[in-house]
Every structure is written in structure tokens, then in C-alpha cells.
């Protein structure tokens, strides 16, 4: 005799209270074995793979990808057999699939980091999600909608901060405003068409509108979900909440290579690869210090300006799945070594999937870096809610002047971008002039 097993979504941890559904490894009907991958979560700190809790098949799936569930609801109902009928599981029936889905890790933070958006196979799997209700019913419980707009009430409207934030400054009240994100979610593009507007305003365009764009039937089209999605609505969030101000300048860093080059030996013989980025990451912190104002951020909520006790640095590092930012903990009780070692680790665990959700966030500070591709300069976006942002490009061969004397000389340019509500422009360049002083002197960075 079968059983249904309402599988809720778990609280992952670090403040969790949503996820997003970025891509489900079963479908309706599939059997599964404990522990077997079954689908994939997002939070805001990290991509979590959660296991089947039990052996059975699956019987609907209430969440299709990219909508957003909270922690309680039920993502999956699982049928599951009586003790007495277990050796006549569906998993036993079906040996084939069993092994197909006991593959892997039950719970990899992360995720595994792929060349295509993830979740783009789901939506290409015949019958993925029917009779669950995630695709074309209301996950939240709304039901049908009221056909006129005017009529349209909801008094507890879903929606993220970011989009409460544009109907606050828009002037639109959330509860008349009619969803069309999954799940019974208010977008911000129904924010903005929902706002008043005036003859000189011009409102934003409408995903209807957007759809009628010409399109050749060899485009691709990949759903936008997971981290792609993620970092698209930090992004936004970032550059709708601050007001950026960019200051550049460029480093003679001729010292700081033959720094690097003095202690290259040491480093090795101690098995760290040192490149330059933690002479970049100790000048930061050494600047914080002198200008902690640079180490704070803005409670709008509570209107309060709170500076951090400590300084984590994020370190900006790139990967398949998109721009990560692991965090350099309590970078002001590190020495050079030791800074460079945790980047290392860092940036492999970014890349192979395997950091745990509180590597990932909790920065208060960031630095990013291009590279041997850093251009001649660039605007760097505010890893919101930070003040600060460091943005480093790579080094050329310029004229520089030595002792009243034009040489060729080793050449950086650093961009720094500053949140103006919070720092004044004088402030900023003086941050900046302290973290250029510190490079060019690195005899003093250890």
C-alpha cells in the first residue's frame, strides 16, 4: 500500500528564508532511492543539491524552475510504499534508474558549475513538472486573478525587497499591482507599469512589448534562472539602491614587483602560489583601517550607518556559473602568506563548487580583478550593500618620472567606485591615495 511524503523545503541555513528552484533532477513518475539528487535550491548565499529524503517515486512536482519557494512549502510529493511492500519498490522495479540517480553528493554546497545556465534541461524534458500545478498554477496559493486591473487586491503581495524599494520611490502601492512572476510574484516590471506617468516620462518597457522583438528561428534561448539570474538582480539591486561615484588613478608598481620577486622563494618553499593580489588585499586593509568609514554600510531600514568591526574581503572571482565573491575573513589578522594561501583556497573551492554558504558572503569590502584582460580602466559595481569597491587592471609599460627623470616604468590602474550617499568624494580619493601609497611602499606590506 502506497503513501504520499510531502517533502518541504528546509531551512539551509545562514537566514535562509526562500529559495529559487534552479533545476530539478527528477520528474513525475522517475523513482528514487534515499539520498539520490533531486533537486537544486538557491539561496542568496549559495546553490544547495537536496537528496530524496526517501525511497519511493515522484508523484507531482509543485515547483518548476526559476520560481521561488519559502521554507515549508512542499516542493515534491513522494509516494512511498508500506514496510511490508517495500521489497516491492518502484526503485527495486526499475534497477536502471535507481543507478541513474544515485549518482553524486546528496547535499554539495554550490553546485556543480556548468558551461550552460542551469536548469536549461528541465524545460526541455518532456512532461517535466505536469500535474504538479508548477507551471501553470499559483504555487502561493492566489488563485485566479480578477480580469480587470482596477479590481485586482491582494493584501499580502510577494515580492522582493528590491521591487518594495522601486514601489516606495514610484509611488505605486503593491497591493493593487497585478503579478506576473511565478509563484504570485510582483516584478519590477509590473512596478513600473503599474506607476503613473507624465507627459514627459516615459514608461519602461513591457514583457509583452519586449516579445514582439524580431527573432530568427536559429536563436537560442536558454531560461534565466539560477546564478546568471542571481547576480543579474544583485546587480540591479546595487545599482538602483546606491549612487555610484568612480575614482581612478594609476600605481607605479615597480617596488611591488620586486617585492613580490624577493619573497617569491619563500613563498614557495612554503608551497603558496603569491601573485599580486594579496599585496592588493593587504593595502586595502591597511586603508580600512585608516578610513573606516570604508568598512561600513547603510541600514536604510533603521537609518543608521554601521561600521564593521572586522574586515572581511571579498575577492571577485570568476567561474563557469558566474561571478563569485569569496570572502576573505578577518583579513586585518593575516599576514601576506597566510592572505594569499586563503585566496588560493578561495578561488579553487569557487571554481570546483565546493564552499560552504558563509565563504560566500559576509564581505565588507570588495576587490576584483580582470587580470592580463583589465583594460585600460573600468567602473566597478558596488558589491551592495558595501560602500566600496576595488577594481584592478593590469600592468603596462608607461613613461613614468623617477627623480626628475622620464623612464619606463611598470604601470597600474586602479578603479575604486564609492557609494556618494555615504562617502564624500574627498574621502574616497584619500582611501584611494592611502591603498596607492601602501603599493608603492611594500616593504611595509608582510
Same mark, same amino acid.
Request: glycine share 10%; hydrophobic share 40%; no cysteine.
Given at each position: ?73 512542499? %516542493? ?26 544515485? !549518482? ?9 558549475? #556548468? ?7 528541465? *524545460? ?20 485566479? !486573478? ?62 509583452? #512589448? ?7 528561428? @536559429?536563436? $537560442? ?23 555610484? *561615484?568612480? *575614482? ?18 619563500? @613563498? ?5 602560489? %603569491? ?58 589578522? %593575516?599576514? %601576506? *602568506?597566510?592572505?594569499?594561501?586563503? $585566496?588560493? #583556497? ?42 566600496? $569597491?576595488?577594481?584592478?587592471? #593590469? ?52
Amino acid at each position: 500500500m502506497s503513501t504520499d511524503y510531502l517533502f518541504k523545503l528546509p531551512d539551509l541555513g545562514e537566514g535562509m528564508t526562500e529559495g529559487e528552484i534552479v533545476e530539478w533532477h527528477v520528474a513525475v513518475g522517475d523513482s528514487v532511492v534515499e539520498d539520490a539528487p533531486m533537486v537544486e535550491v538557491m539561496s542568496d548565499k549559495a546553490t544547495v543539491t537536496i537528496g530524496a529524503p526517501k525511497a519511493g517515486w515522484i508523484r507531482e512536482l509543485r515547483f518548476a524552475p526559476g520560481e521561488v519557494a519559502n521554507v515549508g512549502d512542499v %516542493l515534491v510529493v513522494i509516494g512511498t510504499l508500506e514496510p511490508r511492500d517495500a521489497a516491492h519498490s518502484a526503485a527495486d522495479d526499475d534497477p536502471g534508474t535507481a543507478r541513474r540517480l544515485d !549518482q553524486g553528493p546528496a547535499a554539495t554546497a554550490v553546485g556543480d558549475l #556548468r558551461d550552460v545556465l542551469p536548469g536549461a534541461g528541465y *524545460f526541455q524534458r518532456p512532461g517535466a513538472g505536469k500535474g504538479g500545478g508548477a507551471a501553470g498554477s499559483d504555487a502561493s496559493g492566489h488563485g485566479n !486573478q480578477p480580469a480587470e486591473l482596477g479590481s485586482y487586491f491582494e493584501a499580502k503581495p510577494l515580492a522582493t525587497p528590491a521591487v518594495r524599494a522601486l514601489a516606495k520611490e514610484l509611488g505605486v502601492d503593491l497591493r493593487h499591482v497585478r503579478p506576473s512572476g511565478a509563484g504570485g510574484r510582483v516584478q519590477e516590471s509590473d512596478v513600473r507599469q503599474h506607476a503613473p506617468t507624465s507627459p514627459g516620462t516615459l514608461r519602461a518597457e513591457s514583457p509583452t #512589448r519586449s516579445a514582439r522583438i524580431a527573432s530568427d528561428p @536559429a536563436d $537560442i534561448r536558454r531560461p534565466f534562472v539560477g546564478m546568471r539570474r542571481r547576480i543579474a538582480d544583485r546587480l540591479q539591486a546595487s545599482a538602483r539602491s546606491a549612487v555610484h *561615484f568612480t *575614482f581612478v588613478e594609476e600605481v607605479d608598481v615597480g617596488a611591488l614587483l620586486a617585492r613580490r620577486d624577493a619573497l617569491e622563494a619563500r @613563498a614557495e618553499q612554503a608551497g603558496i602560489k %603569491l601573485t599580486y593580489l594579496p599585496f592588493i588585499v593587504q593595502a586595502v586593509t591597511r586603508a580600512l583601517r585608516a578610513y573606516p568609514v570604508l568598512n561600513s554600510y547603510l541600514d536604510e531600514a533603521r537609518n543608521e550607518l554601521v561600521t564593521r568591526s572586522a574586515l572581511h574581503i571579498g575577492v571577485a572571482t570568476a567561474t563557469e556559473a558566474g561571478l563569485m565573491v569569496p570572502v576573505v575573513r578577518h583579513a586585518e589578522s %593575516l599576514d %601576506l *602568506f597566510s592572505v594569499a594561501r586563503e $585566496i588560493d #583556497r578561495l578561488a579553487e573551492g569557487a571554481r570546483a563548487g565546493s564552499l560552504r554558504p558563509d565563504e560566500l558572503s559576509g564581505s565588507t569590502f570588495t576587490v576584483t580583478s580582470l587580470g592580463k584582460l583589465g583594460g585600460l580602466l573600468a567602473t566597478p559595481v558596488l558589491n551592495y550593500p558595501e560602500v566600496g $569597491i576595488l577594481g584592478v587592471h #593590469r600592468i603596462k609599460e608607461k613613461p613614468v618620472v623617477r627623480h626628475g627623470e622620464v623612464v619606463v616604468g611598470k604601470v597600474m590602474m586602479l578603479s575604486f567606485s564609492f557609494d556618494h550617499r555615504v562617502i564624500d568624494g574627498h574621502v574616497g580619493a584619500s582611501f584611494a591615495y592611502a591603498v596607492i601609497d601602501a603599493l608603492e611602499h611594500p616593504e611595509s606590506l608582510s
